[in-house]
């Protein structure tokens, strides 16, 4: 039976996460991660684990039929692959920085300017988009000391806290790419492989949704029920069940993660008592 060729970065930021999702998708992998290939035992999936920087050309050359990966580097590299998935980790952003003494008056600023960054087909497209001439200084890695040694003027790269940027003296100026790890797949699968990843995404999808989203059970007093069902849209609509106390209903259903605590708060306004929130480990729609 034919077994769906999956990359994923071998060590990084990357590397944990990926194994984890396939292990939320029910996905045993047999042997350990420090072999370069593994296989697993209840799925159709063998595992290659590569350097992510290799992982779009792999994907593109059909070595991997699909891969995880940064949406920054599937950008940056330009392969013929296509994105089939966001997967909602490995969130970060890439920017602009220039020296925390200088005024930044708009994109303008950095007209004539010298910009150090790994990733300069990001930036050339969004300096080109922009009418801006910028001089690009690709460099492999400790970006951020360009502007101090004098390579350029300021800096284009992966942010996620900002501290790196204080400690060398740089401030964020312009949020140029949000990014995240995505799932990308060879434009030339087999039919039976596209049957494969169909159910892995299907899965995938399953456990993106669940981890997006809070069950929830309270208490509500009759008079305001009404109120409260339309706070929790829910699945379909809420589960109501009559509690032993006269006048009092119990409610279910399943709010998402990002409206949870104003929901919370306009739950408690309307009179909700003994509020229960629950993890989801799978949900399918
Ligand atoms: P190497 O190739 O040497 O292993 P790398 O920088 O390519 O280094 P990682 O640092 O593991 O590899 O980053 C892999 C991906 O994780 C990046 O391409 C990016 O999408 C994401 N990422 C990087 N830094 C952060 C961060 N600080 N927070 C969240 N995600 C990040
Ligand atoms: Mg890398």
């Known amino acids: 039976m034919s077994k769906l060729r999956l990359a994923i970065q071998k060590n990084g930021r990357l590397s944990e996460k990926s194994l984890k999702l396939l292990e939320e998708c029910g996905i045993k992998i047999s042997n350990g991660t420090r072999k370069l290939k593994s296989v ?9 684990f590569l350097r992510d920087d290799d992982i779009p050309q792999y994907v593109e050359q059909g070595v991997a039929d699909i891969g995880i990966i940064g949406l920054n ?10 994105v089939v998935q966001k997967l909602g980790f490995a969130q970060c952003r890439l920017s602009l920085a220039i020296p925390k003494e200088e005024t930044y008056s708009g994109i303008q600023y950095f007209e004539n300017k010298k910009v150090a960054t790994s990733y300069p087909e990001i930036l050339s497209s969004f300096f080109k988009e922009k009418n801006i001439n910028v001089q690009i200084e690709k460099i492999g890695g400790s970006v951020e000391i360009a502007p101090g040694i004098g390579l350029s003027d300021g800096i284009f790269d992966i942010i996620s806290t900002g501290s790196t940027l204080l400690t060398n003296g740089l401030k964020e100026v312009e949020t140029v790419l949000e990014s995240e790890a995505v799932l990308i797949s060879s434009e030339n699968l087999s039919n039976e492989n596209q049957e494969i990843l169909k159910k892995l995404l299907f899965r995938i999808n399953a456990v993106k949704e669940a981890s997006e ?44 993660e990002d409206k949870f605590w104003d929901v919370i708060e306009n739950l408690k306004k309307e009179g909700a008592q003994g509020i229960l929130v629950l993890e989801i480990e799978k949900m399918i729609l």
């Open 73 to 82: 580097e599937v950008l940056e590299q330009k392969k013929n692959i296509a």
């Open 40 to 48: 697993s035992s209840n799925f159709p999936l063998e595992i290659l």
């Open 213 to 256: 989203s809070k069950y929830i059970l309270l208490n509500a007093p009759n008079e305001n029920l009404e109120k409260i069902i339309n706070l929790l849209p829910g699945m379909k609509s809420p589960t109501v069940l009559p509690l032993a106390e006269n006048g009092w209903s119990s409610i279910h259903s399943v709010i998402k």
